[in-house]
């Protein structure tokens, strides 16, 4: 069910201010663009819909578009951007392969993965509690985790958990799993998967304050979305969509996508950097929404 997607957007705060002075539609926007005096905004990672809602609410002028691959998070969404009638449109759509219809004065991307998302076991993303080796964005499609252990071989998924993990038992770890193959189909959980890993820790380095498996399944979620490779993509396209001082803002959790954001805005020429350093959550956040520690926020600019 919808509510059953209910969470807070990370860094509220800072996306509206980020976003406080969009400008307005070109007056020649071309066929499909958004009616005159109606700027278009990007959310390319909807999620439930919460930072659509607050830049919705603070534009009153605003269209803006929300892709989505998760059903649950465009339902809960849906539900969430009503009271915005046709201001706010919906698609099923992973952004690495989206192309906007008009041009934009705004793209958002929130990197993180929602925290329904982790909370629900049935979708395989945590092991705090039982449940498929799944990790897919859209349930629907695409290759699972435990079907990517299987198939790949040990110096493959090796070399996956220490590139998207930066774990560095990953030989270690990628022998274990292995050995202990197959997990497709044979019902093991990612309870199991996480004491597997665990496994290959010395035992004082199981009992930290961050889990020895949270790495390898951070690596393993990265694997199964293609999530850096949909970054790449979308770094590289979205300065094309947005209109002279139009805004690319983006929420990154981990020094991969960091590294990468950061990169992009200071060496695209298209793009004026507007955030030398990375906006992050308030101690108040911090303590109000305990996934809000790790998200950083850049914020650049198309230059004409």
Not at 92 to 117: E, H, I, K, W, Y
Not at 159 to 183: C, F, K, M, N, T
């Amino acid at each position: 069910m919808a509510v059953s997607f209910a969470h807070l957007p990370v860094l509220a705060d800072s996306v509206l201010a980020a976003f406080s002075g969009l400008p307005g539609q070109p007056a020649d926007a071309g066929d499909g663009a958004a009616e005159a005096g109606e700027p278009l905004l990007l959310d390319c990672t909807l999620g439930g819909g919460g930072h659509s809602a607050l830049l919705l609410a603070a534009h009153p002028a605003l269209r803006l578009i929300g892709l989505d691959r998760d059903p649950a998070a465009r339902a809960a969404a849906a539900e969430r951007l009503a009271p915005f009638g046709d201001r706010a449109r919906i698609e099923a759509a992973n952004f690495a392969d989206f192309t906007p219809p008009a041009p934009l004065v705004g793209v958002l991307a929130d990197l993180g993965v929602s925290s329904p998302q982790l909370d629900e076991p049935g979708r395989g993303f945590s092991f705090r509690a039982p449940g498929p080796l799944d990790m897919r964005m859209d349930p629907a499609a695409g290759e699972t985790a435990a079907e990517l252990i299987d198939r790949l071989e040990e110096s493959a998924l090796a070399d996956l958990i220490h590139g998207y993990g930066e774990e560095r038992l990953s030989r270690r770890i990628a022998r274990r799993l292995v050995a202990e193959r197959p997990w497709a189909g044979s019902g093991r959980t990612t309870a199991d998967l996480a004491y597997a890993v665990a496994g290959c820790f010395p035992p004082k380095a199981r009992h930290g304050r961050i889990h020895p498996a949270t790495r390898t399944f951070q690596a393993l979620r990265i694997a199964v979305n293609d999530e850096l490779g949909a970054l790449d993509r979308l770094l590289e396209r979205a300065p094309d969509w947005l209109v002279p001082g139009g805004l690319l803002a983006v929420i990154s959790f981990h020094s991969l996508e960091d590294r990468r954001v950061k990169t992009a805005f200071l060496s695209d020429p298209r793009l004026e950097r507007l955030t030398r350093k990375p906006l992050v959550a308030s101690e108040e956040e911090e303590q109000a929404n305990p996934r809000s520690r790790s998200a950083k926020l850049r914020v650049a600019r198309r230059v004409a």
